[in-house]
């Protein structure tokens, strides 16, 4: 399910974009209100029951169970700003990380010396990630101008 609103999101935000409009907004269970121009892409742990949305403008939101989405012409835009700069994915992972709506972009994963383990170009929509080789640690997303951390079981 969680998959099937992560598509819609991206739909929506390539619909969004694609025709200009600034009024559509992807709004968090927490109320955080994002214009869908800023939604770089979602990012889902193993079996997580949570899910970050990596913005391309600000920090990453994590921690998020559900979105809605909300058209409002008159919108400036985000309405909160966290305090923090790299958002945490809360669960850890095992094996994999899926990076959604993200076609055509570099990521890396790093460790916390910055030494970098993994980088590739994504290819499709939906990207499944194979972190299974690297050792138990925290270790450092970075797609664009956004980072989340995670922990490596």
């Not at 929506?12 to 559509?24: E, Q």
């Not at 970050?52 to 700003?81: C, M, W």
């Not at 290819?123 to 990630?129: G, I, K, L, P, R």
Request: hydrophobic fraction near 45%; charged fraction near 15%.
């Amino acid at each position: 399910m969680k998959k099937f609103f992560a598509m819609c999101a991206l739909l929506i935000t390539s619909t969004a974009v694609a025709r200009g409009d600034s009024g559509w907004l992807m709004v968090t269970d927490a109320g955080m209100r994002i214009p869908m121009e800023h939604v770089g892409m979602l990012v889902v742990a193993d079996n997580a029951m949570t899910f970050s949305v990596i913005r391309t403008v600000g920090e990453a939101v994590s921690g998020v169970t559900s979105v809605t989405f909300s058209y409002d012409p008159s919108s400036s835009g985000i309405t909160e700003v966290s305090a923090t700069e790299v958002g945490i994915l809360p669960d850890a992972v095992s094996s994999t990380v899926t990076l959604m709506g993200c076609r055509g972009r570099q990521f890396t994963v790093c460790d916390m010396s910055g030494r970098i383990y993994i980088s590739a170009v994504i290819a499709n929509d939906s990207e499944t990630v194979d972190v299974s080789a690297l050792s138990g640690g925290i270790y450092v997303l970075s797609v664009c101008e956004s980072s989340v951390k995670f922990i490596k079981r």
